[in-house]
């Protein structure tokens, strides 16, 4: 639902009113920005786990864990560079955005590790919030 109304919704309906009209464009244009906006709500829930759980708030971290969340979230952040990808592709966009995409999908995919406190050499932005879904 976050990604409908603060992804596709807001691009959808900025294309509407500036050109009265629709065109299939914009479904891909919105995919990555409704993925993006999931996971920065997402992520934003894996800090209150201990929290929520006590008072027992139903939020998708709690319902999912903190193990399996993580995986969500990586999945998600590939179907983001992936979307941006085939949007690009089906837009007709330069290599240079095709390049820029490529970069993003492997810096989500690698950086994965290194964000929940796993490999990848980074600190574990998410350290002590989350297990790594990479293992």
């Not at 979230?73 to 290599?95: E, F, I, N, R």
Request: charged share 10%.
């Amino acid at each position: 639902m976050i990604g409908f109304c603060y992804g596709w919704l807001p691009v959808a309906v900025g294309f509407y009113l500036q050109r009265e009209g629709f065109v299939p464009a914009v479904h891909g244009v919105a995919l990555p920005i409704a993925f993006s906006i999931f996971n920065v709500i997402l992520v934003n829930e894996f800090p209150d786990y201990p929290a929520d759980r006590a008072v027992g708030k139903r939020n998708l971290v709690v319902r999912l864990g903190r193990e399996r969340a993580s995986r969500v979230y990586l999945l998600v952040a590939l179907l983001t560079g992936a979307s941006l990808l085939g949007t690009s592709w089906w837009l007709g966009v330069g290599k240079g955005l095709l390049a820029f995409a490529l970069l993003l999908a492997a810096l989500a995919f690698g950086g994965a590790g290194s964000w929940s406190g796993g490999g990848g050499g980074g600190g574990g932005a998410l350290r002590g919030f989350a297990p790594s879904p990479l293992g």
